[in-house]
Antibody, heavy 120, light 106 residues
Framework: QVQLQESGPGLVEPSGTLSLTCAVS?????????WSWVRQSPGKGLEWIGE???????NYNPSLKSRVIISVDTSRNQFSLQVNSVTAADTAVYFC?????????????WGQGTLVTVSS | DIQMTQSPSSLSASVGDRVTFTCRAS??????LNWYQQKPGKAPKLLIS???TLQPGVPSRFSASESGTDFTLTISSLQPDDFATYYC?????????FGGGTKVEI
């Protein structure tokens, strides 16, 4: 059973950088799956941020592409999210998720989510 | 981006009721339409993929169908565990997008 666990600061100052890590257990980031970040806020609902493959190949939501970096650490079996120049609009629950074996945008396993608040 | 519109945004129902809610895509998503269930404080859970394929362990009271760009999720006999918010999502094109959800309340 694949499990994902997000970790990182719950509070980020405006104009700062949001950094989260997703640890994968019961599976490997080197499997033939893509790994995604999705966020949920009251204002914008569920929003896909981007995805990464074991090779480091990435795809991003165009709405966030200029501020987001997703990276993978195969030695630690984890992947990470960085969002730069954050504002209050980036306040959300952030989830990491696995793309299914046949559709990278079909999310079959999710982390429990972590709330990140942007505030001074 | 493909916009997903769900209706209603919420509904009240009782145990044993048959409930149906809909999701409309702003353009064709072929059969790449998925449904998730989310309970408060939890992550979304994948219920149905590819328009109508139930995930392992999902009760058979759940079913889904499509007609063009309109998709429906039906719960044939609502159970206490089914009170939750349901989201549709298209995985046809990047970026994948979600509907605003339908909250099923007692």
């Amino acid at each position: 059973q694949v499990q994902l666990q997000e970790s990182g600061p719950g509070l980020v100052e405006p104009s700062g950088t949001l950094s989260l890590t997703c640890a994968v257990s019961g599976g490997s980031v080197t499997s033939s799956n893509w790994w995604s970040w999705v966020r949920q806020s009251p204002g914008k609902g569920l929003e896909w941020i981007g995805e990464i493959y074991q090779t480091g190949d990435t795809n991003y939501n165009p709405s966030l592409k200029s501020r987001v970096i997703i990276s993978v650490d195969t030695s630690r079996n984890q992947f990470s999210l960085q969002v730069n120049s954050v504002t209050a609009a980036d306040t959300a629950v952030y989830f990491c998720a696995r793309g299914s074996d046949y559709d990278s945008f079909l999310f079959d396993y999710w982390g429990q989510g972590t709330l990140v608040t942007v505030s001074s | 981006d493909i916009q997903m519109t769900q209706s209603p945004s919420s509904l009240s129902a009782s145990v044993g009721d048959r409930v149906t809610f809909t999701c409309r895509a702003s353009q064709s998503v072929s059969t790449y339409l998925n449904w998730y269930q989310q309970k408060p404080g939890k992550a979304p859970k994948l219920l149905i993929s590819g328009t109508s394929t139930l995930q392992p362990g999902v009760p058979s009271r759940f079913s889904a169908s499509e007609s063009g760009t309109d998709f429906t999720l039906t719960i044939s006999s609502l159970q206490p565990d089914d009170f939750a918010t349901y989201y549709c999502q298209q995985s046809y094109s990047k970026p994948p997008t979600f509907g605003g959800g339908t909250k099923v309340e007692i």
